[in-house]
Nanobody, 116 residues
Framework: QVQLVESGGGLGQPGGSLRLSCAPS????????MGWYRQAPGKQRELVAT???????NYADSVKGRFTISRDNAKNTVSLQMNSLKPEDTAVYYC??????????WGQGTQVTVSS
């Protein structure tokens, strides 16, 4: 089992920056891919960015060039640096860990609101 605890988020201004972090606990050595997803009110949860253990990244087109995902393999933490924020980035952001066996684990979510 893996537990994920997110931190960061909150209120950001358009054009500003926020940083999210996710710290796993439990069987962290079972984790393969980690990533961030988000869900805005009335919308489905969508992928934001993912990163593998060897650093391969994948981003949603809507965040390319603005968001950067990074991973500390020693601690198995993953962060999401969000720059040039837009109101449409407002959502609950969820950390996800995908184990080598295929199990998926989710964090509890953290609210990001972009507003002036």
């Amino acid at each position: 089992q893996v537990q994920l605890v997110e931190s960061g988020g909150g209120l950001g201004q358009p054009g500003g920056s926020l940083r999210l972090s996710c710290a796993p606990s439990g069987n962290i050595f079972s984790i393969n891919v980690m990533g961030w997803y988000r869900q805005a009110p009335g919308k489905q949860r969508e992928l934001v960015a993912t990163i593998t253990g060897n650093g391969l990244t994948n981003y949603a087109d809507s965040v390319k060039g603005r968001f950067t995902i990074s991973r500390d393999n020693a601690k198995n933490t993953v962060s999401l640096q969000m720059n040039s924020l837009k109101p449409e980035d407002t959502a609950v952001y969820y950390c996800k860990a995908l184990a080598y066996r295929g199990n998926s684990y989710w964090g509890q979510g953290t609210q990001v609101t972009v507003s002036s």
